[in-house]
């Protein structure tokens, strides 16, 4: 491990911090885990800082130690885009969104899981009030009761996939 490359350890840091924010947001798995990468070896974390990519996923659900690693991760990620997951009670704090909302000009992926009735005006503000020009991938999670999401192609031109989840009437 030691003796690995620094590009190969970036490539691995990055691919295990992608799968690591992959994982399904009901899994009680600390939502910042994937940094303790960073800790292998002085290698790795020297690596770790110089590698903006690695700290561009947010997977955020827990205020307010999640508030204090936000501005962190929004540094250390630099201008690499961003994948946001955002869950939980993480709605109520309108200091993360905030945070949030100004880094959506380079999100590539964002992920909101909350109950429709909140979901779906939060969305609709922050498409209203920020453009959203790389967004990729848009995953809305509790639309409850069933309610229409228009992706705007002006906000949105960058949009591959947009997914529902938990769709109920």
């Not at 620094?6 to 690591?20: D, F, G, H, K, W």
């Not at 250390?76 to 709605?91: D, V, Y």
Request: aromatic fraction near 8%.
């Amino acid at each position: 491990v030691g003796h690995l490359p620094p590009e190969i350890v970036s490539n691995i840091i990055v691919l295990v911090a992608r799968s690591y924010h992959d994982r399904p947001m009901s899994d009680n798995a600390p939502p910042l885990g994937w940094i303790k990468l960073s800790h292998v070896s002085r290698t790795w974390r020297t690596v770790a800082l110089n590698t903006p990519s690695f700290w561009a996923f947010m997977r955020l659900r827990d205020p307010p130690r999640d508030i204090t690693a936000l501005d962190e991760l929004v540094r250390r990620s630099k201008q690499a885009p961003l994948s946001i997951m955002l869950g939980g009670c993480m709605f109520r704090t309108f200091t993360v969104t905030d945070s949030i909302a100004a880094q959506l000009v380079r999100t590539q992926e964002l992920q909101l899981y909350m109950p429709g009735t909140k979901l779906v005006p939060f969305y609709e503000g922050w498409k209203r009030n920020h453009p959203l020009p790389v967004l990729q991938k848009l995953v809305l999670n509790g639309l409850k009761p069933l309610t229409v999401v228009r992706p705007s192609s002006r906000y949105t031109a960058s949009l591959r996939h947009l997914e529902l989840r938990d769709v109920a009437k």
